[in-house]
């Protein structure tokens, strides 16, 4: 079982970066893929989620209406698209991976990946 986080980055506040989370060794469908995000010295918290294939999707408040989480089904991935980033998006983003239903609870989450920096300057 594996997530592979990548598409971080350094971005201008107002732009926009899409992240990636490719999964291997489970079936897709079966897994809700959610991203976490921690920045420096404050807790993780859920940013996003989606659940298996094309499933319900879930935001955080603080994102929702600039960020959109999708998934590419044919190639295991997921994508959460980042638009209108403000300096305070600025962290290490992980997805995590959990049986079936997204959970805004990271200990709920059965595997991670790799963080990917995303950075956000003003």
């Known amino acids: 079982v594996q997530l592979q986080a990548s598409g971080g980055g350094l971005v201008q506040a107002g732009g926009s970066l899409r992240l990636s989370c490719a999964a291997s060794?489970?079936?897709?469908?079966?897994?809700?893929i959610g991203w976490f995000r921690q920045a420096p010295g404050k807790e993780r918290e859920g940013v996003s989620c989606?659940?298996?294939?094309?499933?319900?999707?879930h935001y955080v408040d603080s994102v929702k209406g600039r960020f959109t989480i999708s998934s590419d089904n044919a190639k295991n991935t997921v994508y959460p698209q980042m638009n209108s980033l403000k300096p305070e998006d600025t962290a290490v983003y992980y997805c995590?991976?959990?049986?079936?239903?997204?959970?805004?609870?990271?200990?709920?989450?059965?595997?991670w990946g790799q963080g990917t920096l995303v950075t956000v300057s003003s």
């Open positions: 995590a991976g959990k049986w079936k239903s997204c959970s805004s609870e990271d200990y709920s989450y059965d595997f």
């Open positions: 060794g489970f079936i897709f469908d079966d897994y809700a």
């Open positions: 989606i659940s298996g294939a094309d499933g319900p999707t």
